[in-house]
């Protein structure tokens, strides 16, 4: 374990230039840059609200920032695994000709992901001033559904560049996967609305218990229950140590498939 600390901390200086590489490829040739990771989740909050708050009429009060909080937590992770899926096939040739730490391309990914999480947050913030929405001390807890969300999706961002090295059709089969995932995470709809057998579903989505704990610091002003909190620490440590173990289980094929 010494040795793999070691290692991160002589390889810090390479991980900060992956992540800037990453964020300036993400946002090369466009005008506003960075700006759309604060704009889109405006934009799309604002198509969502008006078309659902006018067909279903979600009992939600101010139902355009319970949704923007969906967003923001399944785009995060959205973004993160599907980007952190082709971290190690798309920098084939830096492996190839020296020797980097491989985890580091995976952390890489997730943590530009996150720097865009943190201008989405910032979207968040602005709506609640915005609509007048009550801010609460709780919002400071937000840090902790945020932590372990970035932590669930390292994880699991670990296990699927593990396997795309050698299945390639998962790339193209994650799509469908996160499709089906949002439908089963309570984005846009109330948990309320559903009958108990969905509701039962949808709580094993690791998600839905990060989302319900994010919404509730941030626009409830609730402190999340400890029930609540040891299962989203139980997850989140269940798919973060597969992930490590999965990883480091194959990542000496690497070389041989990449």
Do not use: C
Not at 199 to 225: A, H, Q, S, W, Y
């Amino acid at each position: 374990m010494s040795t793999y600390i070691q290692n991160f901390i002589k390889f810090r200086p390479l991980l900060n230039e992956l992540i800037s590489r990453d964020i300036k490829i993400k946002y090369r040739k466009s005008v506003l840059g960075v700006l759309w990771t604060l704009l889109n989740p405006l934009l799309m909050m604002i198509v969502l609200s008006v078309v659902f708050s006018n067909l279903f009429r979600f009992d939600i009060e101010n139902f355009p920032l319970y949704l923007l909080s969906g967003q923001i937590i399944f785009n995060f992770y959205n973004d993160a695994t599907s980007t952190a899926m082709s971290a190690i096939v798309g920098n084939a040739a830096l492996i190839k000709k020296v020797y980097v730490p491989k985890y580091l391309f995976v952390i890489s990914r997730v943590f530009s992901s996150f720097i865009n999480l943190m201008a989405s947050f910032t979207a968040l913030m602005l709506v609640m001033v915005a609509t007048r929405a009550e801010l609460h001390w709780s919002v400071l807890l937000s840090v902790v559904p945020l932590a372990l969300l970035m932590l669930l999706s390292l994880g699991i961002g670990l296990i699927l560049a593990a396997l795309t090295v050698k299945f390639r059709d998962i790339m193209h089969l994650y799509s469908v996967f996160t499709t089906v995932l949002l439908y089963l995470t309570p984005v846009i709809y109330p948990m309320s609305i559903l009958p108990e057998w969905l509701e039962k579903v949808v709580l094993l989505n690791p998600l839905t218990n990060i989302l319900t704990m994010f919404r509730d610091v941030m626009i409830n002003g609730l402190i999340f229950d400890v029930w609540s909190l040891i299962i989203a620490v139980a997850e989140t440590a269940f798919f973060l140590a597969l992930g490590l173990y999965v990883f480091y289980k194959n990542q000496d094929q690497f070389i041989l498939n990449i």
